[in-house]
């Protein structure tokens, strides 16, 4: 994860798309640019999604073979497409670790173990 953010770091400073860090409205402003940025490549993900269920439809019907081979061979094809949205994703979350000079593996780490520790609420 270390490597994936110092790459990440690099190319956007070469790219000239780091987050300003000086004054606090164009921090403010690139901040949140970013965030709809990051919202958009999570709609992204669900159109992919959607693509993979229309064309599962498509390749059943038209193959006349079982909806989970139609939902293999369809998600064969949009492979390499989901793996680019989810990479413009993380290029994003990335992104916001690095301006908070946040540690994304420790933060994961962390935060996995704080959900596998935690009381459910609901089962109390
Ligand atoms: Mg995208």
Not at 98 to 120: A, C, G, P, Q, T
Request: include cysteine; proline fraction near 1%; charge should be negative.
């Amino acid at each position: 994860m270390k490597e994936i953010q110092d790459f990440l770091k690099e190319f956007q400073k070469e790219m000239n798309w780091e987050i300003p860090d000086g004054k606090y409205n164009e921090s403010r402003t690139a901040l949140l640019n970013n965030y709809m940025l990051l919202t958009t490549e999570v709609s992204e993900v669900a159109e992919e999604f959607r693509a993979v269920f229309n064309k599962t439809a498509k390749i059943a019907k038209e193959n006349e073979v079982s909806e989970e081979e139609a939902f293999r061979l369809s998600k064969e094809c949009h492979q390499e497409n989901i793996g680019k949205e989810l990479a413009d994703c993380i290029a994003y979350i990335v992104k916001f670790a690095n301006y908070f000079e946040i540690d994304l593996e420790d933060s994961i780490y962390k935060k996995m173990h704080e959900v596998k520790h935690r009381v459910n609420k609901d089962q109390e």
